[in-house]
Antibody, heavy 119, light 108 residues
Framework: EVQLVESGGGLVQPGGSLRLSCAAS????????MNWVRQAPGKGLEWVSY????????YYADSVKGRFTISRDNAKNSLYLQMNSLRAEDTAVYYC????????????WGQGTLVTVSS | AIRMTQSPSSFSASTGDRVTITCRAS??????LAWYQQKPGKAPKLLIY???TLQSGVPSRFSGSGSGTDFTLTISCLQSEDFATYYC??????????FGQGTKLEIK
């Protein structure tokens, strides 16, 4: 069974940093590209970042470019999101989501971790 | 970036109804469209990809159609567990991957 479990969320002050993790199991993690997608309270889904299976290709949304860094450790079956210079508008539930093979829809999602940026 | 627009943003329906949700892309995306269902406090769940292919395990009352710029998600006979928010997503041109704003389906 495919499982994605996020962790690392919490309350952080504006300008602060946080590192999110996503632990994957039930599939060959190193063969799949991954994403982070977020959802602000009461709002819709916003794609944040993409990383290919070998980390050779990385994309960011304009809203986080230069502040967030996506990475992965295939030996540990883990995906990460380092978030720096956090702003109130980064407050959201952050989901990790698997890319389905060669087609770039998101076939499995984690349960999400809440990041709250507030003083 | 390709903009995805869903309609309606919300509506009410009754169990047993047939409902259709529309998603329009700001430019042609062929059939590179997915539909997701999200229930309160839960992660999104993939329903349909490639505009009309049902994900494994998804009930056959869900169906998708369309190509180019106009797409629809149809639920043929609403069940109580179908009341949720539905999102479309294009994966034709990225980055960025873009989602529609969501359609909240409520019980009448």
């Amino acid at each position: 069974e495919v499982q994605l479990v996020e962790s690392g969320g919490g309350l952080v002050q504006p300008g602060g940093s946080l590192r999110l993790s996503c632990a994957a199991s039930g599939f060959t993690f190193s063969s799949y590209s991954m994403n982070w997608v977020r959802q602000a309270p009461g709002k819709g889904l916003e794609w944040v970042s993409y990383i290919s299976s070998s980390s050779s290709t990385i994309y960011y949304a304009d809203s986080v470019k230069g502040r967030f860094t996506i990475s992965r450790d295939n030996a540990k079956n883990s995906l990460y999101l380092q978030m720096n210079s956090l702003r109130a508008e980064d407050t959201a539930v952050y989901y990790c989501a698997r890319v389905s093979g060669d087609m770039h829809y998101f076939d499995y999602w984690g349960q999400g971790t809440l990041v709250t940026v507030s003083s | 970036a390709i903009r995805m627009t869903q309609s309606p943003s919300s509506f009410s329906a009754s169990t047993g109804d047939r409902v259709t949700i529309t998603c329009r892309a700001s430019q042609g995306i062929s059939s590179y469209l997915a539909w997701y269902q999200q229930k309160p406090g839960k992660a999104p769940k993939l329903l349909i990809y490639a505009a009309s292919t049902l994900q494994s395990g998804v009930p056959s009352r869900f169906s998708g159609s369309g190509s180019g710029t106009d797409f629809t998600l149809t639920i043929s006979c609403l069940q109580s567990e179908d009341f949720a928010t539905y999102y479309c997503q294009q994966y034709y041109s990225y980055p960025p991957y873009t989602f529609g704003q969501g359609t909240k389906l409520e019980i009448k």
